[in-house]
């Protein structure tokens, strides 16, 4: 099973630099193959907790080269949530590639474990008679707190249901699990490690150097 792994990351800095730097970004050092993934961006100011950036991703199987350069800066530029990171913003920026593993039809609402699964919730608005679906990766509910109760409701939400939320709604979901593999890495590491590699910094104006 691939794993996602620092080369992975450096490779979404990598696409993200050269975006800002009309270049052309460095082959990738990690084997191709097809998965499910995510890019997640966040920013982390002055020892604060990271604020999410952009987060966009597939839940279906892709190649991972051109699907991680493809999300590094679709999920940095253009999350309709989020206005498009700046490049002044890099340093201060960190990146986590989600690679999307084991994917299970859930017995109901409640069949998973907070911290170990996403989940894909499918339903049928019942105001609307149109079909919804949402999902959070494994991570989310458990940073946020959530009880399995809550991240099922918020998810409805995210998916754009704003009626009165029921139990007999919830039971009526279709609910798929599915855990993954993450590697996080905060743009110092990644100006380190490009030092070391290639002996030299990328030139990106308005950017300070990390030294």
């Given at each position: 099973?691939?794993?996602?792994?620092?080369?992975?990351?450096?490779?979404?800095f990598d696409n993200l630099v050269a975006y800002y730097s009309s270049d052309q970004a460095p082959a990738p050092a990690f084997e191709d193959g097809q998965h499910p993934l995510f890019v997640t961006w966040k920013k982390v100011l002055n020892g604060s907790e990271p604020?999410?950036?952009?987060?966009?991703?597939?839940?279906?199987?892709?190649?991972?080269?051109?699907?991680?350069?493809?999300?590094?800066?679709?999920?940095?530029?253009?999350?309709?949530?989020?206005?498009?990171?700046?490049?002044?913003?890099?340093?201060?920026?960190?990146?986590?590639?989600?690679?999307?593993?084991?994917?299970?039809?859930?017995?109901?609402?409640?069949?998973?474990?907070?911290?170990?699964?996403?989940?894909?919730?499918?339903?049928?608005?019942?105001?609307?008679?149109?079909?919804?679906?949402?999902?959070?990766?494994?991570?989310?509910?458990?940073?946020?707190?959530?009880?399995?109760?809550?991240?099922?409701?918020?998810?409805?939400?995210?998916?754009?249901?704003?009626?009165?939320?029921?139990?007999?709604?919830?039971?009526?979901?279709?609910?798929?699990?599915?855990?993954?593999?993450?590697?996080?890495?905060?743009?110092?590491?990644?100006?380190?490690?490009?030092?070391?590699?290639?002996?030299?910094?990328?030139?990106?104006?308005?950017?300070?150097?990390?030294?």
């Open positions: 099973m691939v794993s996602a792994n620092r080369e992975m990351a450096i490779y979404c604020r999410l950036r952009g987060c966009i991703g597939t839940l279906e199987a892709r190649g991972l080269i051109n699907g991680l350069k493809d999300y590094a800066l679709t999920s940095a530029l253009r999350d309709r949530r989020f206005p498009p990171v700046q490049a002044k913003e890099l340093p201060f920026l960190e990146c986590t590639v989600s690679i999307l593993t084991d994917y299970e039809t859930a017995l109901n609402h409640l069949d998973w474990e907070v911290g170990k699964h996403g989940l894909i919730i499918e339903f049928t608005d019942p105001d609307y008679n149109s079909r919804r679906s949402a999902t959070y990766l494994p991570e989310v509910a458990a940073h946020e707190g959530w009880t399995k109760i809550e991240a099922i409701d918020s998810l409805m939400r995210k998916a754009g249901y704003n009626g009165v939320i029921t139990e007999s709604l919830r039971k009526r979901l279709r609910v798929t699990r599915y855990q993954s593999t993450l590697y996080t890495m905060h743009y110092a590491e990644y100006i380190a490690h490009i030092k070391v590699i290639r002996g030299h910094l990328p030139a990106l104006n308005g950017v300070k150097p990390v030294i």
